[in-house]
């Protein structure tokens, strides 16, 4: 049976057409938009970066740390028989090894200031025409910090003897605004060795403006201390006794932590050497002078094991005994070839054990 056609089986396809012609229309009236982001050329430059967070040089150090694991290792066994025998040993072998480290980090920084000066300077206030009042004033802060009070991480700026001043103009950069960054970073290293945060302290102390008033000696210093942080009787680590090259700032973490593992464990051999020899004088010039009476012997063995270098006024000044007494005690010693003169001078001489 024929069915009749009907008009809505002769309009069915009229509605999409219409549809569709209402859609391109409707997109050519929108002219004013932009096309697809995938037709647009990519010719922009760049924005600008996020920056990393300060903390992630933390991961280089790491990284660094991980790579020289059996020298670090090695290193921190050093220092732990240091520490041991400084913490068994008398109080003035730890004063010792910290002239002698204050007076090596001086030649490092370009300072120049001998042992005998040094100790001149620290026991009397005294010093030459030739000498930097300034300079003795910085390495005699070394030694002081070498030698006690409270660590660069409790208060750095107690420690360095540094403060913001009162009438700073508000658009000037702050001292402790430097100092608070740096230790951020040093607090976020906890997981880090002590050598090895003491390492990344050092080389970021310039980058974190801290570099300007006593340079590399107060860097050094503060690593030195940080390194034996965990230890009772060293109180800081030797950096520079046996060559500063551990100290030399060039290269990524992984070359500068392997320096710095160098010379650390030189400096520390150099300083157990001394102590060797130091123990050794102790035992023979206590014998020697055992016939001896009076309390100034004593007192002047246990000062030159204290000081590399001894002079009268300074031997006078440090014992509390007469400079006869002294002169007499010291003409003997040297005679029994316990102490040697090291200045050839008939005036302003200076004696040191004889090894």
Not at 18 to 31: F, N, R, S, V, Y
Not at 45 to 53: K, V
Not at 254 to 283: F, K, Q, Y
Not at 332 to 353: D, K
Request: net charge negative; with cysteine; proline share 6%.
């Amino acid at each position: 049976m024929k069915q009749k056609a009907s008009h809505f089986d002769d309009d069915f396809d009229d509605p999409l057409i219409t549809i569709e012609g209402d859609e391109e229309a409707h997109e050519e009236d929108l002219w004013f938009l932009p096309g697809p982001l995938e037709e647009e050329p990519d010719d922009l430059p760049p924005g600008p970066r996020a920056e990393p967070p300060e903390t992630s040089v933390i991961h280089g150090w790491a990284k660094a740390e991980g790579d020289h694991a059996a020298r670090l290792a090695k290193v921190a066994g050093r220092l732990g028989a240091l520490d041991d025998r400084l913490l068994r040993g008398p109080q003035g072998w730890r004063h010792r090894l910290s002239l002698i480290e204050a007076a090596d980090l001086s030649w490092f920084a370009g300072e120049r200031v001998s042992s005998d000066r040094l100790a001149l300077w620290m026991s009397m206030r005294l010093s030459g025409a030739q000498d930097d009042p300034n300079a003795l004033a910085r390495i005699g802060w070394a030694v002081r910090r070498l030698t006690g009070g409270p660590g660069p991480e409790v208060d750095l700026a107690a420690f360095l003897d540094r403060r913001d001043p009162e009438n700073i103009e508000e658009s000037a950069e702050r001292f402790e605004d430097r100092a608070g960054g740096w230790l951020d970073v040093m607090a976020e290293a906890t997981d880090l060795h002590p050598i090895t945060r003491a390492c990344m302290g050092y080389h970021l102390w310039n980058m974190a403006g801290l570099g300007q008033h006593g340079d590399q000696i107060e860097a050094a210093v503060t690593a030195a201390r940080i390194a034996a942080s965990d230890g009772s009787g060293a109180i800081f680590a030797p950096l520079a006794m046996g060559g500063a090259g551990g100290l030399r700032a060039s290269g990524l973490p992984p070359e500068r932590l392997a320096r710095w593992l160098d010379g650390m464990n030189s400096a520390i051999l150099t300083a157990m050497r001394h102590l060797d020899n130091i123990e050794a004088w102790g035992v023979r010039a206590e014998g020697a002078m055992s016939q001896l009476s009076g309390r100034t012997p004593a007192a002047l063995r246990s000062v030159l094991t204290e000081w590399p270098l001894l002079s009268t006024p300074m031997a006078e000044t440090l014992t509390g005994v007469s400079r006869a007494a002294v002169q007499r005690n010291l003409a003997w010693m040297e005679q029994q070839c316990l102490i040697r003169e090291v200045t050839g001078n008939g005036r302003f001489r200076m004696w040191r054990i004889r090894d």
